[in-house]
């Protein structure tokens, strides 16, 4: 159907055919144009190809995937109550995600699991503030975690916040009034104070 980038008429898209099925397709149809033939696969047209071979390769992709969720799930099975550093890979309204340092293996922080707060989700900022203690957690924001629980059917991981290790905490301010924002990591440039500017 062509290219627009390339603004070319015909075009097609090929690697190596070992790979994936639709690629040995084009070698077969390259082949045979090659000798001034014209390959047709039988019983079938091109487009239902196209759409048969794109399902079962996300089929294969899910499979992988559940394959190695399960292998994950079963590695930190025998790790409950260990404790590891992670970076905040997401944050929403019902926690954060935590990828733990050099495995790639993520897993939940239920927002109970966060401390005894109130916290507000501002989704523009990717973060969890909290209304008493103003403590923020924040995408890309560092914090140590336990291993909670493992679900092996449902290949999830839940984790909680390392107590031991402490987590940002609005340190000094008097109780009963508003806690000024605590960040585990330094935020953009338009989030910090003005330079000469101290903080209060």
Same mark, same amino acid.
């Given at each position: 159907?062509?290219?627009?980038?390339?603004?070319?008429?015909?075009?097609?898209?090929?690697?190596?055919?070992?790979?994936?099925?639709?690629?040995?397709?084009?070698?077969?149809?390259?082949?045979?144009?090659?000798?001034?033939?014209?390959?047709? %696969?039988?019983?079938?047209?091109?487009?239902?190809?196209? =759409?048969?071979?794109?399902?079962?390769?996300? $089929?294969?992709?899910?499979?992988?995937?559940?394959?190695?969720?399960?292998? +994950?799930?079963?590695?930190?099975? #025998? $790790?409950?109550?260990?404790?590891?550093?992670?970076?905040?890979?997401?944050?929403?309204?019902?926690?954060?995600? =935590?990828?733990?340092?050099? *495995?790639?293996?993520?897993?939940?922080?239920?927002?109970?699991?966060?401390?005894? #707060?109130?916290?507000?989700?501002?989704?523009?900022?990717?973060?969890?503030?909290?209304?008493?203690?103003? =403590?923020?957690?924040? *995408?890309?924001?560092?914090?140590?975690? +336990?291993?909670?629980? =493992?679900?092996?059917?449902?290949?999830?991981?839940?984790?909680?916040? #390392?107590?031991?290790?402490?987590?940002?905490?609005?340190?000094?301010? %008097? %109780?009963?009034?508003?806690?000024?924002?605590?960040?585990?990591?330094?935020?953009? $440039?338009?989030?910090?104070?003005?330079?000469? +500017?101290?903080?209060?």
């Amino acid at each position: 159907e062509g290219h627009f980038g390339l603004a070319f008429d015909a075009y097609t898209h090929f690697t190596s055919p070992i790979r994936r099925y639709p690629d040995l397709l084009v070698h077969r149809a390259i082949k045979a144009a090659l000798t001034g033939k014209q390959y047709k %696969p039988s019983d079938v047209s091109w487009q239902q190809l196209g =759409v048969h071979t794109s399902m079962t390769e996300r $089929r294969a992709d899910e499979a992988s995937r559940d394959v190695t969720n399960w292998l +994950k799930c079963h590695y930190m099975s #025998d $790790r409950i109550g260990e404790s590891f550093a992670g970076t905040i890979s997401g944050v929403t309204s019902f926690g954060i995600f =935590v990828t733990l340092d050099g *495995l790639s293996i993520d897993g939940l922080v239920h927002i109970t699991e966060l401390g005894r #707060d109130y916290f507000h989700f501002e989704p523009t900022r990717h973060a969890l503030i909290g209304e008493r203690t103003g =403590v923020v957690f924040q *995408l890309a924001g560092r914090v140590r975690v +336990k291993v909670a629980r =493992v679900d092996m059917e449902q290949t999830k991981i839940d984790f909680a916040l #390392d107590e031991e290790a402490g987590t940002p905490a609005a340190a000094g301010t %008097p %109780p009963g009034s508003a806690a000024r924002p605590v960040f585990a990591e330094p935020l953009s $440039r338009e989030s910090r104070p003005p330079k000469g +500017k101290a903080r209060r």
